[in-house]
């Protein structure tokens, strides 16, 4: 079988796959399976660009999709007009302040020369910018915060509604970008090992930072409700055509609003991944995808090119990041709601580092049916093992202690399933199940 007869049968496994999930499952969750499975593979693609084209090894993934979904939240949301009125204002003054206190001391550091003027000259800046900051922030987060805690207690949004929230998306990977920018800036020289080490940290930062800022996105008291760029089940059963259209169908109304809905989300999904996926590979083919791996290969030789390294990886590192950050609000917009405490690393991370494995790292065809593969067997395996198991354990006698260990082992099956597949296919496919040309 030649590479492009290949790739067709393993996407045409995939499709049977979700198809299957319709028949035995109902078509509700293959939907949800086929928008997540959308989702994860644009998120596959960012890190498939910064691992795939340039070796960066980020494990920090879980921040950047945090941050796309705290974007869904300040595009969305109705602003807080009372905790706007109570602190908005001296918050706003407050983080002004405390970025140029940053730039301030940057400045000084670049521009003086070294010596103790410097370092004092420094120092007498970070410490009355930090004076300045917190007298302003800490009344005004406490102002904003009991502002209807149990309801509000934050700034909110800028209230988009409609097909304006589509903004929220391309908003979750300037935001995520921006991060980058800044982490790229000060991490990007360290070695593989510890630029993983710095940007696991860093994200574990962000999300600590959006549990425990209620002013910002609740903290873990969660922001529901967020608005979404399709139709409402609530709109479309109230709709006389709809409700016609659906009855000639044979549809049960409830059952055709939610189907619809999950078919618009599937159609914008696919427009963002088609497109993610076209600009990924016009980079691949050309001299700036040519150049970056050769960076990746061997960064000695491209220096003595004259090939800027640390500029380039600090490009992909952004554009990747920016990529996760548009999944993030992606995801964020289909749940309706932000909760910080959902995002985990064996969620947003590793799974997303093998999706890429698994697919075939430097290939982005590969990126993207990584992400599809994975996430189906993440979904799936727990139920089927569920099943599975019951059946094995059926002739055992109840309160056994082995029937009993067996049932509850099929929460962890999740995890072994991964590891198996991992293990076996850098057993048999160690460049992934399509790999780089």
């Not at 300045?132 to 988009?160: C, H, K, Q, S, W």
């Not at 500029?311 to 917009?333: D, E």
């Not at 996430?375 to 309160?399: H, N």
Request: charged share 10%; proline share 4%.
């Amino acid at each position: 079988m030649n590479f492009p007869l290949r790739n067709i049968a393993l996407f045409s496994l995939v499709a049977l796959l979700i198809v299957g999930t319709g028949v035995v499952q109902g078509t509700n969750a293959a939907l949800f399976l086929l928008n997540m499975g959308l989702i994860s593979a644009i998120m596959a693609l960012g890190v498939n660009l910064q691992w795939g084209f340039a070796g960066l090894f980020n494990i920090g993934v879980m921040g950047f999709v945090a941050l796309g979904g705290l974007a869904a939240v300040l595009i969305g949301m109705p602003p807080t007009t009372e905790a706007w009125s109570a602190g908005g204002g001296r918050m706003i003054a407050a983080l002004v302040i405390g970025a140029l206190t940053i730039i301030a001391a940057i400045t000084a550091q670049r521009k003086m020369a070294a010596g103790r003027v410097r370092t004092l000259a420094t120092l007498a800046i970070i410490v009355v910018g930090f004076l300045l900051y917190r007298t302003l922030f800490d009344p005004a987060r406490d102002a904003i915060e009991a502002v209807n805690p149990a309801g509000t207690g934050y700034l909110g949004g800028m209230g988009a509604t409609g097909l304006l929230m589509i903004l929220a998306w391309p908003a979750g990977g300037l935001l995520a970008a921006g991060v980058a920018l800044i982490i790229g800036k000060t991490a990007l020289g360290l070695r593989s090992d510890y630029l993983a080490i710095a940007t696991l940290g860093i994200a574990e930062i962000i999300i600590a930072i959006l549990k425990a800022e209620d002013w910002l996105s609740r903290g873990v008291k969660n922001v529901v409700g967020v608005p979404r760029p399709v139709s409402y089940e609530v709109d479309l059963q109230a709709d006389p055509s709809f409700l016609e259209r659906a009855s000639s169908l044979g549809l049960d109304p409830v059952l055709a609003s939610t189907l619809f809905v999950k078919l618009q989300y599937t159609v914008l999904f696919t427009l963002v991944l088609v497109a993610v996926l076209v600009l990924a590979q016009l980079a691949l083919a050309s001299p700036w995808g040519r150049m970056m791996r050769a960076i990746r290969d061997n960064e000695t030789a491209a220096e003595a090119m004259g090939k800027d390294v640390t500029k380039r990886h600090l490009q992909i590192f952004i554009l990747g990041s920016a990529i996760c950050g548009v999944a993030g609000a992606m995801m964020t917009t289909l749940d309706s709601q932000l909760t910080p405490a959902a995002y985990q690393p064996l969620r947003f991370t590793f799974l997303v580092w093998v999706m890429v494995i698994v697919g075939g790292s430097g290939n982005n065809f590969g990126a993207v049916l990584g992400g599809f593969v994975i996430w189906f067997l993440w979904i799936q395996v727990e139920p089927a093992s569920a099943v599975a198991l019951s059946w094995i354990t059926a002739p055992m006698a109840d309160g056994s202690w082995l029937k009993d260990h067996l049932l509850d082992a099929a929460a962890h099956m999740r995890l072994v399933t991964m590891g198996v597949v991992l293990l076996l296919v850098l057993r048999f496919f160690p460049r992934g199940l399509i790999p780089e040309r």
